[in-house]
């Protein structure tokens, strides 16, 4: 196959592109070129602005890609603008979404009332009545306008080209641009006594997958005809709490400190996600795994190691641990602060 990867060049793009190469297939890559991103050197390139993307029509009928890989569209311009360029060119497209387009997570961000929903939530789960869910603090228009809701609209209702949608859930591992576990890891790697952990968080359920796995899923539906006119979830099999997570990672990071949980009032600003966690966010991946056989090829305990490896390694540029702080609050318990 020669598969057109729209983004691609940062945190999954790249591990899906290297799997399809490692497959044989051709791949062209069609990004800003604002990102360094360590890609094979048989993928061939295209540098442009998605938002442009109509006037590369011409580019792309020549290139004649046998599927569409859109792992950046993020509106419904966006979505229609693909399907516009495309239409006559390519029978096939398949999008990268989230499951932050399921009611449960509008109820987790306070945009939606009502009872909790129940889980584990396949794709049948109700979806947010409400939408634009970043409209509230977007900086710029394409944040304002950005729905995955109306982007897997747009998607699956084209008559002629066949839509595939990914719904992924809290991704980490290598290069991931949010370092989701760093403030846990860098503490455990530090030998702290103790980790604090806000209690509105510590038994919160949130449906993560590692990085390389959920490229695997996602090449899979590229290749496998079954995957056409389907929307799958993606995840893992297990949602722990945030608290069994930290004690999956203490072990490999050789951390004997204890888990401290506080109300989330009385800890340092930045400890606290201001979330709803009556609401859990735990979905069943069953479908793309009958369907499509789909299985994590890198384990839990491997995809943990490289995790603690990438982000020692890199640390995020703005540091939310204050370390200082947390002595302060210990004394004020009157627990041990030795670090």
């Known amino acids: 196959m020669h598969v057109f990867v ?13 799997r399809l190469i490692g497959l044989g297939h051709k ?14 050197s048989q993928v061939n390139t295209i540098q442009g602005d998605r938002n442009h993307l109509p006037s590369f029509r011409n580019k792309i009928q020549e290139i004649k890609p046998d599927a569409v890989l859109d792992m950046m569209c993020m509106t419904e311009i966006q979505a229609n603008e693909l399907l516009q360029t495309i239409d006559g060119i390519v029978n096939r497209v398949i999008v990268v979404s ?22 584990p939530i396949d794709e049948n789960g109700e979806l947010r009545h409400n939408l634009y869910p970043r409209r509230a603090f977007a900086e710029n228009e394409e944040t304002r306008m950005y729905d995955k809701i109306l982007v897997e609209r747009t998607i699956m209702d084209h008559h002629e080209i066949k839509g595939t949608v990914l719904r992924l859930p809290a991704v980490y591992g290598p290069n991931d641009p949010q370092h989701r576990w760093y403030s846990f890891i860098k503490p455990m790697s530090d030998q702290r006594p103790y980790i604090l952990l806000a209690e509105s968080f510590a038994g919160w359920r949130w449906t993560r997958g590692y990085v390389e796995n959920m490229a695997e899923a996602i090449v899979q539906s590229i290749l496998n005809p079954e995957a056409a006119d389907k929307i799958y979830n993606v995840g893992e099999k297990d949602a722990w709490t945030t ?35 009556e ?11 009958h369907e499509l056989g789909y299985n994590e090829t890198v384990s839990f305990e491997e995809g943990l190691k490289r995790t603690i490896d990438w982000e020692l390694q890199h640390p995020p540029e703005k540091q939310t641990l204050d370390y200082d702080a947390e002595n302060k609050i210990m004394k004020q318990q009157n627990i041990n602060t030795n670090s």
């Open 6 to 18: 729209i983004g691609g060049t940062r945190f999954m793009g790249p591990e899906v592109i290297k």
């Open 27 to 40: 791949v062209t890559v069609f990004h800003r070129g604002k990102t360094k991103a360590e890609l094979p």
């Open 98 to 119: 989230s499951q932050d387009v399921y009611r449960a997570f509008g109820r987790v961000n306070g945009t939606e009332d009502g009872e909790a929903e129940p889980v």
């Open 243 to 277: 608290k069994e997570w930290i004690e999956t990672f203490a072990p490999l990071l050789n951390w004997s400190g204890k888990i401290v949980v506080l109300p989330d009032d009385q800890l340092p600003e930045g400890y606290s996600w201001g979330i709803n966690a």
């Open 279 to 289: 609401q859990h966010v735990i979905f069943t991946s069953d479908k793309i795994r």
